[in-house]
């Protein structure tokens, strides 16, 4: 399985052009990834046959969350499910780096009511123990967590990757995530036996309006100041001819 990291409803039509199956649905990548709109929802699920695993974050920065930002993400949550979302991606932390056991349960017990997949996203590279962190999601019976190893990139994370799934692969399903492309995305599977991998893909379309004369609304650094990242279907399918 690769799953394709989606910023829009356009990144969505390019990964199912790729071979795609199934997506992770966001916006504002460049955040790490936030809340789609239910617009982009609604338009891939009406126009393509791609399982659809949507992003629930608020806010950039990390994953310890106000009462005001969870009502937030339980609304979210529930407005996803109610117009087709698959599952969610969702990711709640104490100030301490462990599972927010409440909060994370409240979650999980709107996508049940849906039969939505429960996917725990990279937050949990941000906690402080990983072994107890993974008990506990199984203990709450989250479906999938989607990890790095606990560094910025899975490769680098590799041997966690592998004791995760080891250890706990028969009870949770467990997806690689971060700088993994079609060079690299059978060789994890092969030294992990993790299954599934998850990528962006990433590309760059230009935009001549991010920049006016004495103001600018870039966000990537040079040489794609004014461009703004979009999934590469060539990408996406270069990846899943890889594993295939």
């Not at 809340?35 to 629930?56: D, E, G, Q, R, Y």
């Not at 949990?124 to 203990?139: Q, R």
């Not at 060079?183 to 893909?201: F, G, P, R, W, Y």
């Amino acid at each position: 399985m690769i799953e394709v990291c989606c910023g829009s409803y356009d990144d969505a039509l390019a990964s199912e052009r790729g071979g795609a199956s199934r997506i992770e649905l966001n916006s504002a990548l460049y955040l790490g990834g936030l809340t789609p709109s239910l617009a982009s929802l609604i338009l891939t699920k009406k126009n393509t046959n791609l399982k659809v695993i949507t992003m629930v974050r608020p806010r950039g920065a990390g994953f310890c969350y106000t009462d005001e930002e969870f009502e937030t993400m339980l609304c979210d949550t529930r407005l996803m499910m109610e117009n087709g979302a698959d599952g969610i991606a969702f990711g709640c932390l104490t100030k301490d780096g462990e599972i927010d056991v409440e909060q994370t349960k409240q979650i999980i017990d709107i996508i049940q009511e849906y039969n939505g997949e429960v996917v725990f996203h990279r937050a949990f590279d941000c906690v402080k123990n990983a072994d107890e962190a993974m008990e506990t999601l199984i203990s709450l019976h989250v479906d999938r967590v989607l990890t790095s190893g606990l560094k910025a990139k899975a490769m680098d994370g590799i041997d966690m990757i592998a004791h995760l799934q080891k250890k706990y692969g028969d009870k949770i399903q467990i997806l690689a995530g971060s700088g993994m492309n079609a060079s690299n995305a059978l060789e994890m599977m092969e030294k992990t036996d993790i299954s599934q991998v998850h990528s962006s893909c990433k590309s760059w379309r230009n935009d001549p309006t991010t920049s006016g004369e004495d103001v600018n609304y870039c966000y990537a650094a040079a040489p794609h100041e004014n461009d703004y990242d979009v999934v590469s279907e060539e990408l996406v399918r270069k990846i899943v001819n890889s594993v295939c």
